[in-house]
C-alpha cells in the first residue's frame, strides 16, 4: 500500500530553488509531452525512465534537506512526484 509522508511548504520552496528554470522547464515538459512527471519514453533506441535519473536526483535532493527525518526510501520513492507537482502546479 503506497503512503505517503508529508510534504512541508518548506520542502517544497527549498526544491523549487533547487530545480531552477532547467529542472522547472524538464518537469514541465515531462508533464505536457508525457502525461506525467515520471515518464518513460524512448531516447532514440534506449528507454529514458525519469523515475530511476532526474527522480533520483529529486529523491537525492530530498534527503538532503534535512527535512525529511525519519524517511525510508520507500517514503521518498512514494512522495517525490508528489513534491514535483506541488512545486510546479502548486496543489
Known amino acids: 500500500m503506497k503512503c505517503e509522508?508529508?510534504?512541508s511548504p518548506e520542502l517544497v520552496e527549498k526544491t523549487r530553488e533547487w530545480l531552477g528554470k532547467d529542472g522547472l522547464e524538464f518537469f514541465t515538459k515531462m508533464k505536457k509531452e508525457h502525461g506525467r512527471y515520471d515518464?518513460?519514453?524512448a531516447e532514440g533506441r534506449f528507454p529514458h525512465a525519469v523515475h530511476f535519473r532526474e527522480g533520483m536526483q529529486v529523491r537525492?535532493?530530498?534527503?538532503?534537506?534535512?527535512?525529511?527525518?525519519?524517511?525510508?526510501?520507500?517514503d521518498f520513492d512514494d512522495s517525490w512526484v508528489t513534491l514535483i507537482t506541488r512545486v510546479i502546479e502548486g496543489s
Open 5 to 7: 509522508k508529508e510534504i
Open 39 to 41: 515518464a518513460v519514453f
Open 60 to 74: 537525492n535532493h530530498m534527503r538532503e534537506t534535512g527535512l525529511c527525518e525519519g524517511w525510508g526510501s520507500h
